[in-house]
């Protein structure tokens, strides 16, 4: 079974890129047709799916982030990372790794100074 953990530093300043990992078990990143998603609930809000990447390499952007996000992989360490650029306080959020049913717990970024 494929589990996935993330991982982050909790608390980010404004301005500051957001760098988050997510560590994957039970299975490969490079597997056919697998694909990694980023996804992230701010409070009181819907999911929201951020980006993904592809177990070829493929990205996959959401339009309305594109401008501030970057994913990338390490098939060494079969983990794949999201990179979110000139956070605000609106960026706040719990933030999910997925792959078809299955998530990781979650982890909780903020946005202050």
């Known amino acids: 079974q494929v589990q996935l953990q993330e991982s982050g530093p909790g608390l980010v300043k404004p301005s500051q890129t957001l760098s988050l990992t997510c560590t994957v078990s039970?299975?490969?990143?490079?597997?056919?047709?697998?694909?990694w998603s980023w996804i992230r609930q701010a409070p009181g809000k819907g999911l929201e799916w951020m980006g993904a990447?592809?177990?070829?390499?493929?990205?996959y952007d959401s339009p309305s982030l594109k401008s501030r996000t970057s994913i990338s992989r390490d098939t060494a360490k079969n983990q794949f990372t999201l990179q979110l650029s000139s956070v605000t306080p609106e960026d706040t959020a719990v933030y999910y790794c997925?792959?078809?049913?299955?998530w990781g717990q979650g982890t909780q970024a903020t946005v202050s100074s």
């Open positions: 997925n792959t078809f049913i299955y």
């Open positions: 039970g299975g490969s990143i490079t597997t056919n047709y697998y694909y």
């Open positions: 990447i592809a177990y070829s390499g493929s990205l």
